[in-house]
């Protein structure tokens, strides 16, 4: 049985979400859910979901990484910390995946350190699942790399290309480079080798995309460094954010409108789910030798269960294989 | 009299947008309005106007630089196109300040190499003026410059503190650097390098700020490079259109919803009003020796008016001359 260990210390509200959502995992998709942290508090969260399924289990970690603490030094001195015990069970292959949502850049480093990188990857990159206006595209890389090289882009390209298809159901993903513009000149120098590499990778590369690329639709695939990929996610949550708030304080600003929107209630709804990053089940960290999904800090109980039954999926449908062959096949090419 | 070059040509439905705008400011800004382009085109444009104000008068230039031409290349080409015309009014002081809503690298390109930069300046950055919750807040670099050194951060800072106090009356301008955490240890060499020499440079600098700071409000001034805020403006642009159309067809979807639309209408033209990018007239290019409005190549007439306001206002409040005096106060510490 496919074995997924959670960081039940993970969430901002942990151990609440991160139980809740092991509880409706192990429930829903049957799966054996490993949840680590702190063996009191989880036994306590745990109480509260009588009859507890049985295949939950708990494996302690006394330590917990704070959200704002330092990626390696932290994985580097909290040893017995329910991150590095995650890392440990991945290498040790006593989880076949592992899943938290703490400290990304902790989690990247546990995993990278532990499990090792795929033979032919030399970084390991955050694969972003977004919704748009046609479905679900993955931008990479999230954040776990700020200074990437032409190489590590081809690679992120061929990994979530990967991903795309295997996961999300896309036929041949169409792979483009975010850039400045779309022709093929732009973009510092570093971007105009990627896009040589990515021409020339065998995957389904469509060129240079702009910023507004994204939400439309008509790509798979985004691929860029970290650095623009963590702006490029967190202004998106800030825009709909700020747009979310104005609407909400504009309708309750009249009666006229108040009433209004009483009545477009479900239109509101609709889009709110259709927009719900939490129906994607959080970030695959791909690259790694290993599946390791990462979820946001403000993880639902149903974001939680969603990022397990992905990371169950990554598992069974082997995208770590695919990835492999992609990679090798267009070496020897 | 205060004398400002407009692009006749600039915009996507030029010269419509454009000559409109002219009018609508000469009547209600009074200044001099130089229309740069097709003198034939403008002369049967300006005919809808009558009577055109006195202070329009019509520079002709034969040739158009196109949105998707080469910028380096165009304007080495096309001498007589309107870009380079409006490069040439500056340096020649024939104007005080420059407007275009065409091809932005091409303007870029000819304001620079005409006007020159002003002393002390390594690299003009281009000042995206975008709403927030709690009004106005500059973007620097918009994607003037997508290779910038730590030096050009710290320049674009500087100008646009100055733009952001003189321009849109913030007292000490808080000014953030976009990074991927607000630790000063994170971000690349370049990053780190920037972080230092703004935090000794005078300015307000408040540390590192992240893409979810773009629409909080919490900060008057992003500097980041060329690369990363044209990712940013564009990604927000599309974020808002994805949001516009589902909210449009959801509201479509059903009588209820429909109906609940209509009574919250002033709602949502007010949250449009504040979202208004047109509102802030255009983009100034900050570094030159001269002042230079950019505009969205949508621009409505609304949009060139506001911007050929912008561009007067950067002339009589002589931000230049701060900038000039800020950075060599600066040097002189």
């Given at each position: ?173 169409r792979v483009g480079l975010l850039n400045v513009g779309e022709e093929e000149s732009k973009g510092t120098g570093s971007l105009k080798e990627a896009y040589g590499l990515l021409e020339s990778s065998g995957i389904n590369f ?80 791909l690259g790694i030798d290993g599946v390791c999904i990462i979820g946001h800090g403000s993880s639902t109980p149903k974001a939680i269960k969603n990022a397990i039954r992905v990371a169950g999926e990554e598992v069974v449908k ?16």
């Amino acid at each position: 049985m496919i074995k997924i260990a959670l960081d039940a210390m993970g969430s901002d509200n942990a151990p609440f979400s991160d139980v809740e959502g092991a509880v409706l995992a192990a429930r829903e998709y049957g799966y054996e859910i490993i949840l680590v942290g702190n063996e009191d508090l989880i036994k306590k969260e745990l109480d509260k979901y009588k009859p507890v399924p049985s295949n939950i289990s708990i494996h302690h970690a006394s330590e917990v990484i704070g959200m704002h603490e330092q990626p390696v030094l932290s994985v580097r001195r909290k040893k017995d910390s329910s991150i590095v015990a995650l890392g440990n069970l991945a290498k040790e292959k006593k989880a076949d995946a592992i899943v938290s949502a703490g400290n990304t850049g902790a989690m990247v480093c546990s995993a990278t350190l532990k499990c090792r990188l795929l033979p032919g990857i030399e970084r390991a990159g955050i694969g972003i699942v977004m919704p748009t206006m046609k479905g679900p595209m993955v931008m990479i890389d999230g954040g776990a790399n700020i200074d990437a090289k032409p190489s590590h882009l081809l690679q992120y390209g061929i990994m979530a290309s990967a991903y795309s298809e295997y996961i999300l159901g896309r036929k041949s993903p169409r792979v483009g480079l975010l850039n400045v513009g779309e022709e093929e000149s732009k973009g510092t120098g570093s971007l105009k080798e990627a896009y040589g590499l990515l021409e020339s990778s065998g995957i389904n590369f469509i060129g240079n995309v702009e910023g507004r690329d994204f939400f439309i639709g008509d790509c798979d695939v985004i691929v860029c460094d970290g650095l623009v990929g963590n702006v490029a996610l967190k202004v998106t949550e800030s825009v709909a954010y700020a747009f979310g708030e104005l609407l909400k304080r504009e309708l309750k600003s009249n009666l006229l409108s108040a009433i209004g929107a009483i009545l477009a209630k479900n239109s509101f709804r609709s889009i709110k789910r259709r927009m719900d990053y939490t129906e994607y089940g959080g970030a695959p960290l791909l690259g790694i030798d290993g599946v390791c999904i990462i979820g946001h800090g403000s993880s639902t109980p149903k974001a939680i269960k969603n990022a397990i039954r992905v990371a169950g999926e990554e598992v069974v449908k082997n995208v770590n294989q695919h990835i492999v062959e992609a990679i090798s096949g267009r070496k020897g090419q």
